[in-house]
């Protein structure tokens, strides 16, 4: 069928229930998280492709604080060099990172630079939401693309103004969190789900044979610490975190409308309707025709304008019933019948959305 040249792609859809997953890959522990670090910094030697000074003054000012620094005494000077870009330095400090541990970084050019490819990132400090700085960022950029340009052609190939540096900053500042301190900790579902919590309440208190695990709302699941016995929190979530839930989601269709991609999930359910779809195609055509006088005679060569317009009505699926499905493969078995394109796949299930009769979140990008 014309619809599975669509990438449909649905999950377990022989099952009526998901596969059993860790826990771990359901929640986010409560205090085990990054934190964003931003710096501004300065890369140098570019091949001829930095800054245009005159575009870009921060780079003059930065270029010129770094050089201060290093004893240079660049006051009254006037310099153009075009081999040098300022710079955002962006990274992610990881939970429990500690002093001398390495974290990767990621450089994008903010001013008119045309490339990073073989540039260097100077020193540069990297600081939190606090303002206080708890990394360093410094060494050579491997860049994500490439450019080349001639005097009538130019081509570019990826995003050669962004690169990053792998282990390129040293955490110099550890974040202060007493984590073996803590008398609970809570797990945040990333799908909060009243079923799916329940269930890892049961598995939990299963697991300690007792009441170690309270279920507080769809999206949170505390557990005691105290109440598991274990040595610190560390051991009680390094047992908790491996333990297998079977988790339930929401039925759900996501459309991409630019690819024409239509992912369906394993409880897309469908009520019984009919459908009818057709398209209208609209065709205008010019014919100019050259009008000339005789040999010979007065007159000027004019053009006159031509054209024909006519609107076509393609026959379309006619009105075509879809049966009440109760699977998944009975889902797409009933649209692939339609016989469509996956660009009127799209509409139709908008359509069938709309008249109540898809039983799914319909989802559309």
């Known amino acids: 069928m014309r619809f599975l040249l669509a990438v449909l792609i649905w999950a377990l859809a022989g099952m009526a229930v998901a596969a059993p997953i860790r826990i771990k890959d359901l929640v986010e522990f409560d205090g085990v998280r990054g934190n964003d670090l931003v710096g501004y910094g300065l890369v140098v030697g570019l091949n001829g492709t930095g800054d245009g000074i005159r575009n870009a003054p921060f ?61 260097t990132l100077v020193m540069t400090p990297l600081n939190a939401a606090d303002g206080e700085i708890y990394a360093v960022a410094q060494g050579t950029i491997i860049a994500g693309g490439a450019s080349a340009e001639g005097q009538a052609a130019s081509v570019v190939q990826g995003v050669p103004t962004s ?125 100019p025709v050259v009008v000339q006088p005789n040999p010979f005679a007065e007159g000027d060569t004019v053009v006159v304008p031509r054209s024909s317009a006519g609107i076509e009505e393609e026959p379309g699926i006619g009105m075509a019933e879809i049966n009440e499905a109760s699977s998944l493969s009975e889902v797409v078995a009933g649209l692939n019948a339609l016989g469509v394109s996956p660009r009127d796949m799209i509409d139709i299930l908008k359509s069938i959305n709309a008249a109540g009769a898809l039983h799914a979140e319909f989802v559309v990008h």
């Open 59 to 119: 780079t003059e000012e930065i270029m010129s604080n770094i050089l201060e620094r290093l004893g240079v005494n660049v006051t009254g000077e006037s310099f153009r060099p075009k081999n040098v870009a300022a710079v955002f330095v962006t990274a992610t400090l990881p939970p429990f990172a500690r002093a001398g541990s390495q974290i990767d970084v990621t450089v994008s050019a903010i001013g008119d630079a045309k490339s990073l490819l073989g540039g």
């Open 163 to 287: 690169g990053s540096i792998p282990s390129g900053a040293r955490v110099e500042r550890e974040i202060a969190f007493d984590f073996g301190g803590l008398n609970a900790v809570r797990l945040a579902l990333r799908s909060p789900d009243f079923t799916t919590a329940g269930r890892i309440e049961q598995v939990i208190n299963t697991e300690f044979g007792r009441a170690v695990a309270v279920m507080t709302d769809a999206g949170t699941v505390a557990v005691n610490i105290g109440a598991t016995r274990m040595g610190s929190p560390a051991h009680a979530l390094g047992r908790i975190e491996n333990l297998l839930v079977e988790p339930e989601r929401r039925a759900r269709v996501v459309v991409d409308q630019r690819s024409g991609t239509i992912v369906m999930g394993s409880d897309v359910r469908i009520s019984r309707v009919a459908v009818s779809q057709g398209n209208l195609t609209l065709r205008i055509e010019e014919q």
